[in-house]
């Protein structure tokens, strides 16, 4: 009867699956149209020079050369060739094509951060011996980034961690499996057309694209990390891109113990514990070992529905111990206002937890949804924005529930708001649990006598991101809004202590990132 059962839910997924990519595609379609008729000007001759940026700024040893024109939209590229099954090794070609070879970096081959700081090293020399265009540059530049939500999250980590005056626009390019940044900032969830034609169409998108603020979280996570462990065929703590280890513990911290590991990063989408990061985390094993079975993005998604139903989460209930559950591993607390924990009260039957910055998770659905202003007022909650120094916390029971998601106005359980989240672990509830950061997972080993662990995240500053036409986040500061309010917001910054501060100024990304003392990046 099980099996009958999980044979039906699989195909419902299917056909769900297909139904919501024809209507992507009939969307495609329109959309194309009409970005073609309002601007249509990439079949000019000089289109490209608009995004030109020469050697002198991108090369160590390259000379200065006058006489180029000044760039409207200068662009830095940068592609996950791994993304995509193919489509990201041919898409690094038709950009390299278009542009100077030297301005689209493969990021299977060099680290972005050595990138950013040869180019910013440059644009600094340059301009202190009285080269205009590289202030011009550095002003009007933006960045590409093709691949999934984890190489995106990397670009911005690094990004975030130059502490640049002007932080350069960031636009993504849909090259993973959910592509959540991507459909949220309104560049789409389906793998791109890499032909050149498309390439301009969407260079002409990131040129008109809006500059939007979006809230950066740090997440903080000491806990015991074994040197081996049953993880396979994922190493041991193969953690996201975004998550970085730091030796240095505060000598006055309480879980400054020996055999514990500190690592600090950020994300920008989502941090999710649970039912779902357990699904992600088989499939990643499962493209690990087959990476030739992933090369079509509607195969993973039918791959993911397979492992959703392989490992009963239909029938939760039935198949899974309640002592997997979110309530019986972790307590959680909450701070809408500073210096203010409470204890969330999470229902016993929530078997996953995500806190969500984005108005899209898992392909594109939204977990917080629309609530009515009723329920707002009586839960003392407000709509999301991306940019309003909260995250929406919500819960699900099992992949029913998760289903809800593809109905109108469908949600998860919403469980809070806040500006800040501390999970402190139970010991001996489980041996370990599933984690997802920004869509990238791993199996993470839990306290077994009288071990201490504990993931912390806060509001860590904002970056910038490049709205295109069919953006679906909002701003808490743009009155052209849907949910726009003239709520004031409290000040979410507090001052860490001395010793902390050094470890929490950045979140990591960038630790290769040297600027001679000469040169002053932050300069006007």
Known sequence: ?????????????????????????????????????????????????????????????????????????????????KSGGQLGGELLLTYRTLLNENQVFDLAEVAPDKVLHQFYFNLEKHKQCGDSLSDEIERRLR?????GDGTAGWILGVVSDLKLARQPPIATVPLGTGNNLPFAFGWGKKNPVINCESVKAFLDQVKHGKEMKVDSWHILMRMWAPKEGSCDPIAPLELPHSLHAFQRVSQTDALNKEGYNTFRGGFWNYFSMGMDAQVSYAFHAERKLNPEKFKSQLVNQSTYAKLGCKQGWFFASLMHPSSRNIAQLVNVKIMKTPGEWIDLDIPRSIRSIVCLNLPSFSGGLSPWGSPNKKKLHERDLTAPYVDDCLLEVVGFRNAWHGLVLLAPRGHGTRLAQANRIRFEFHKGA?????????GEPWKQPLPIDDDTVVIEISHFGQVSMLAGPDCRSASINDPTSPHFQEDELYDSSEQDSEEESAERRKLGAADTFRMPDSFDINAN
Do not use: W
């Not at 649990?433 to 920004?438: E, G, N």
């Open 1 to 81: 009867m099980v099996m009958d059962s999980k044979s039906s839910v699989h195909n419902f997924i299917n056909k769900s699956i297909l139904h919501r990519e024809d209507l992507q595609d009939s969307a495609n379609v329109i959309d194309e149209g009409s970005h073609i008729a309002s601007f249509g000007d990439f079949e000019a001759e000089n289109f490209l020079e608009d995004f030109y940026i020469p050697d002198y700024l991108l090369l160590p040893e390259a000379e200065l050369r006058k006489g180029y024109n000044t760039p409207a939209c200068p662009v830095l590229v940068f592609i996950n060739s």
């Open 143 to 147: 960045i590409i980034v093709a691949g």
């Open 430 to 438: 489980a041996e370990h649990t599933f984690m997802r950061l920004d």
